[in-house]
């Protein structure tokens, strides 16, 4: 597929954030888009319109990652802390319990006892039909969770006002001059806590637990269970780049395989600010595995991507603490993006490197290394049905590869304008692969309403077809994402 063909697969560009887009990701069953900026602003996209659904600044600095938590709901004992049943509709947010996870204690991998230590897990009602929970990770070492009337958004009067509107004008509640934080309505916020930000590694989720850098030691892994009650079950695990779990040594690829930084476009690593030689070349060694830069997080096992180029893998099914069962260091640069196929439990990692690598739980070594010939590759994705992934990377471009082979089958760009340390990709994600013929989901006309009147009824049938149309599109299209640099979300409908 040509740059020209791609392009012409190019169905929106949402213009709205005023910071460069850091973070971005689908709904898992609905045509919503969720995005996160360096300012602290969330946004809620409705793909079928192309227009914000919400839009709030939950964190004072650059937002890591969003995710939808789709299981978050799913425990019927809930209570709230009057002991009934978590059915009440959203309120305001005083009653969110804010954690303190300075508090806890640093240890050496195995299970935590202290809970009584431990940041105590928000209580308020939030288990009801037709809503949607949200994680937003900041850089303001603040993890906080939203819940999102996706039923009838248009009754919690969410702000749709964009930010970059109204500087110096008035704010959407009619005061002058007003701090961005608290002029934006903010959706129900129902746990907070804070977690160490400092290596700039996202926040791993997995059902209602969750996976981030140790509080007190960014080379240490400290894993929360949420719910039903709020614990820590594993703290501060340390990957041993020398212990695999099977071959007791770690695997390695020839250095020279990798393309080494070079000034590219006119300018040095392609416009990465204190990514280089000079950062990671020869001047500087790394004892271990160096800080965590990337992690994920399954029912079974824990992945990780470090700074030394290490990816290692812990058993955390295992009684007392988990066990590593393997550890790769075919990467010569950091580790930047990591991302899990379930289809057949292998795993993709690439890192600052032109080195793309696909790893296998059950194997000792890995399954396969593509050298892309293009370094500084920040993003991974892959589609839900596990047959197509892309990257994207300090050069602007965002490439497409099928995951058996790992063929190249398309490549454009995800910016535009000359490339620049201002231009470029932080994220790019897929949306879930869905039922073409299933569109029972989609809300229909209210029929008994529509023969009250001829002329109301025409038109009423009229709006809801144009927009269970556009829901069906939005739907049934093969989406990719492109947060970029410039503040702009491009959508493609692509394979």
């Known amino acids: 597929m040509s740059l020209s063909e791609v392009a012409a697969l190019r169905k929106a560009t949402l213009?709205?954030?005023?910071?460069?887009?850091?973070?971005?990701?689908?709904?898992?069953?609905?045509?919503?888009?969720?995005?996160?900026?360096?300012?602290?602003?969330?946004?809620?996209?409705?793909?079928?319109q192309r227009r914000p659904i919400a839009i709030w600044k939950p964190h004072e600095k650059a937002i890591v990652t969003v995710k939808w938590m789709s299981d978050w709901e799913s425990d019927p004992n809930f209570t709230d802390q009057n002991g009934s049943p978590a059915d009440q509709p959203a309120g305001?947010?005083?009653?969110?319990?804010?954690?303190?996870?300075?508090?806890?204690?640093?240890?050496?991998?195995?299970?935590?006892?202290?809970?009584?230590?431990?940041?105590?897990?928000s209580r308020n009602p939030i288990r009801n039909e037709g809503t949607s929970i949200l994680l937003t990770h900041g850089r303001d070492n603040k993890i906080k969770i939203f819940r999102l009337n996706t039923t009838d958004p248009a009754s919690e009067r969410y702000t749709t006002t964009i930010p970059i509107d109204w500087k110096g004008k008035k704010s959407p509640n009619g005061n002058s001059n007003p701090d961005g934080?608290?002029?934006?309505?903010?959706p129900w916020m129902v746990h907070s806590q804070d977690v160490n930000a400092m290596n700039f590694c996202a926040a791993a989720v997995c059902g209602?637990?969750?996976?981030?850098?140790?509080?007190?030691?960014?080379?240490?892994?400290?894993?929360?269970?949420?719910?039903?009650?709020?614990?820590?079950?594993?703290?501060?695990?340390?990957?041993?780049?020398?212990d695999t779990g099977k071959s007791q040594k770690t695997t390695s690829s020839n250095p020279s395989s990798a393309e080494p930084f070079a000034q590219v476009g006119g300018f040095d690593n392609l416009g990465a600010p204190g990514i280089g030689d000079e950062v990671f070349g020869d001047k500087r060694s790394i004892t271990g595995t160096g800080i965590l830069m990337a992690v994920i997080l399954t029912k079974t096992h824990l992945i990780a991507g470090y700074e030394s180029g290490h990816v290692i893998v812990f058993d955390i099914t295992t009684s007392g603490s988990p066990k590593q069962v393997y550890a790769d260091k075919s990467h010569q640069h950091p580790v930047?993006?990591?991302?899990?196929?379930?289809?057949?439990?292998?795993?993709?990692?690439?890192?600052?490197?032109?080195?793309?690598i696909k790893h296998s739980i059950s194997s000792s070594e890995p399954l396969h290394v593509l050298n892309t010939k293009h370094v500084g590759l920040t993003s991974l994705d892959l589609r839900s049905d596990g047959r197509i992934f892309a990257t994207a990377g300090w050069d602007g471009m965002v490439r497409i590869y099928t995951y058996s082979s790992m063929k190249t089958l398309a490549a454009f760009r995800g910016s535009e304008g000359r490339l620049t340390d201002k231009t470029?990709?932080?994220?790019?994600?897929?949306?879930?692969?869905?039922?073409?013929?299933?569109?029972?989901?989609?809300?229909?006309?209210?029929?008994?309403?529509?023969?009250?009147?001829?002329?109301?009824?025409?038109?009423?049938?009229?709006?809801?077809?144009?927009?269970?149309?556009?829901?069906?599109?939005?739907?049934?299209?093969?989406?990719?994402?492109?947060?970029?640099?410039?503040?702009?979300?491009?959508?493609?409908?692509?394979?």
């Open 15 to 48: 213009r709205a954030h005023p910071a460069p887009v850091t973070a971005v990701q689908f709904h898992p069953t609905e045509p919503w888009l969720v995005s996160g900026d360096e300012a602290g602003w969330c946004f809620w996209w409705s793909i079928s």
């Open 92 to 121: 305001n947010n005083s009653n969110s319990t804010s954690s303190d996870a300075g508090s806890v204690n640093s240890g050496t991998g195995d299970s935590d006892s202290g809970a009584a230590d431990l940041p105590e897990r």
């Open 181 to 186: 934080s608290n002029s934006w309505k903010t």
């Open 208 to 242: 209602t637990t969750i996976a981030v850098p140790n509080t007190l030691d960014s080379e240490k892994i400290d894993i929360y269970q949420l719910r039903p009650e709020f614990s820590r079950p594993f703290f501060a695990i340390q990957g041993k780049p020398d």
């Open 336 to 356: 930047l993006s990591l991302v899990y196929n379930k289809v057949d439990d292998t795993f993709l990692s690439s890192s600052a490197d032109s080195l793309i």
């Open 424 to 495: 470029g990709i932080n994220s790019v994600t897929f949306s879930p692969v869905q039922d073409s013929e299933d569109d029972s989901s989609i809300p229909k006309p209210n029929e008994s309403a529509e023969s009250a009147t001829v002329t109301t009824s025409t038109r009423q049938v009229a709006a809801n077809s144009l927009a269970r149309a556009r829901q069906r599109r939005a739907r049934q299209s093969h989406w990719i994402a492109v947060a970029s640099k410039d503040g702009r979300i491009r959508l493609s409908d692509i394979y």
